[in-house]
């Protein structure tokens, strides 16, 4: 299990582990120079496979990271690899991770556990926030109103009044807000979407996704320094609005496990499956959802489900089911199987596959129950009415699958994107009304969960009815 990016599963042929902007572009150049492919297989070019133009040093871009964990660490060292970006300034509540900071990215960079004297300085443009969920609507909410851009990591909420304040908030300041979902500038999830609208498996009718793990890690116990204490983390600051308890190095590090401070299995990978399911379907979300699931295996004082699963109706006329069981007893994996009234469209860790069989023409019969004699004459007439054509029954007609370069990064391509619009001022690929309604599907689940009913949501509005 890889900490910190919950792109693509290791092992999937997509791995981002060792990945910079030198072996992206090589990778890059040499499957598109024409690599060995099977038959239906095809290799995708990388969205930003562009010549990096020199960026005079007054035109940098400067960032601050607000919250550098696992996520915020490896965001920031993919921002950092866009060209014209530079890291100014980290703020974060425990100190081992601000000795990090200096460490990966030069005694120069600022440290502080407070992010407001970060928000203050007039030489950071933007910031990527990294922190827990409970803190991302106040922190990106006072960083548009300090006048920075924000990139601001999935779920964009951990409250339903989060998003109209972090929507309106960019709205009045002109700020840009981009979530973290990074499957949304992938050159995957963009083939998909493709596929999809030129009608390769026909009419869609069902979605299934699934996040399925089976570590410790995978299930959230991150490491707990041996340092932590009230004098190394900054408990008051960590807390926020939660509701105050003593210090606890569990909850500090393994913050996921608890509702006030994270959004459960819906909010932390549901809200990926939501992303790319709105993105490739261009829908606005679901307008009911119900959740069942529970705490099966990791007893160790969370209380936030290790198995859950959910059912989503959509009005454009198709279901979501989606699942996340952290103890699958077998291999990870995670994916989503598009099915269509012609084929399916898979999507696994760096690639997506359509598989087109076409349906029987012929009505077909189930007769066996009948007189011998009537089965033989209902059989007669019908070879007369439907000439057998394909005794063996009928072949696939199409199987194509579509991989991404070697050692390929969506969230490279998520940060050129948000950097792009930082620049020209153009609209983001994930915005805060996309980010809502991805994260406002996905705690349909929660809702649904504690209250034992279905939750029913109006995507376009944005509101629970
Ligand atoms: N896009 C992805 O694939 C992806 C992957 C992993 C995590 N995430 C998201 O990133 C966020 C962080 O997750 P993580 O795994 O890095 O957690 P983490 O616990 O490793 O890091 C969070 C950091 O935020 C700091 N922090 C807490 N409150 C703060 C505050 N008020 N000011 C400054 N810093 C503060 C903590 O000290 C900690 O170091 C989560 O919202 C998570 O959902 C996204």
Same mark, same amino acid.
């Given at each position: ?14 791995? *981002? ?44 871009? !400067? ?9 915020? !660490? ?46 203050? +300085? ?9 922190? $827990? ?7 990106? *909410?006072? /960083? ?33 807000? !981009?979530?973290?979902? =990074? ?8 083939? /998909?979407?493709?596929?999809? /609208? ?6 869609? %009718? ?14 959230? %116990? ?14 008051? @600051? ?8 003593? &210090? %606890? ?6 913050? +996921? ?12 990978? &549901? ?25 099966? &295996? ?76 009537? !089965? ?14 394909? $005794?063996?029954?009928? $072949?696939?007609?199409?199987? =194509? ?15 050129? %994107?948000?950097? @792009? ?33 279905? /939750?029913?949501?109006? $995507? ?6």
């Amino acid at each position: 299990m890889v900490i910190g990016d919950e792109n693509f599963s290791p092992g999937e042929g997509s791995s *981002v582990n060792g990945f910079n902007r030198r072996n992206f572009l090589r990778t890059a150049s040499a499957v598109s120079a024409g690599t060995l492919l099977a038959p239906g297989l095809h290799a995708l070019g990388a969205a930003q496979d562009e010549p990096a133009k020199p960026i005079a040093a007054n035109d940098h871009i !400067q960032i601050a990271l607000i919250g550098a964990g696992g996520q915020g !660490q490896y965001d920031t060292k993919t921002a950092v690899q866009v060209p014209g970006v530079k890291l100014v300034a980290v703020a974060d509540c425990y100190n081992g991770r601000l000795e990090r900071a200096k460490e990966i990215w030069g005694p120069d960079t600022v440290t502080t556990r407070d992010y407001n004297e970060i928000l203050t +300085r007039k030489d950071i443009d933007a910031v990527i926030i990294g922190t $827990p969920d409970h803190w991302h609507m106040k922190a990106s *909410v006072d /960083a548009m109103k300090a006048g920075k851009d924000v990139y601001c990591e999935k779920p964009m909420i951990h409250l339903y009044s989060d998003g109209p304040e972090m929507i309106e908030t960019s709205k009045k300041t002109g700020r840009i807000l !981009q979530v973290g979902s =990074q499957r949304v500038s992938s050159v995957i999830y963009a083939k /998909a979407k493709e596929l999809l /609208a030129s009608g390769a498996i026909g009419q869609l %009718n069902m979605v299934t996704a699934r996040w399925d793990r089976n570590s410790s890690i995978g299930a959230w %116990n991150y490491t707990v320094p041996p340092d932590a204490s009230t004098e190394t983390c900054d408990w008051p @600051r960590f807390e926020g609005t939660a509701p105050h308890i003593p &210090f %606890n190095a569990e909850h500090f590090f393994q913050w +996921r496990k608890w509702k006030a401070y994270g959004s459960g299995v819906a909010g932390d990978l &549901f809200v990926h499956l939501f992303s790319g399911t709105h993105f490739i379907t261009g829908s606005h979300g679901p307008t009911r959802g119900m959740a069942t699931g529970g705490l099966r &295996f990791w007893k160790d004082g969370r209380d936030a489900p290790d198995v859950m699963l959910g059912l989503f109706d959509y009005g454009e006329g198709f279901n979501l089911s989606l699942r996340v069981n952290f103890v699958d007893g077998g291999e990870e994996s995670e994916g989503l199987i598009f099915t269509g009234s012609e084929g399916t469209m898979e999507i696994g860790g760096g690639w997506v596959s359509v598989n087109r069989v076409p349906r029987e023409t012929d009505p077909g019969l189930s007769i066996d129950t009948f007189p011998l004699a009537m !089965q033989r004459e209902i059989e007669r007439d019908y070879r007369k009415k439907y000439p057998e054509t394909h $005794p063996a029954g009928a $072949p696939p007609v199409g199987y =194509q699958k579509f991989v991404a370069p070697a050692g390929y990064s969506d969230s490279f391509d998520h940060f050129t %994107n948000f950097f @792009r619009s930082v620049r020209s001022r153009q609209p983001v690929v994930e915005d805060a009304v996309f980010g809502f309604r991805a994260a406002g599907a996905a705690l349909l689940s929660n809702l649904s969960m504690e209250r034992g009913t279905i /939750a029913h949501w109006d $995507p376009d509005a944005m509101k629970l009815v």
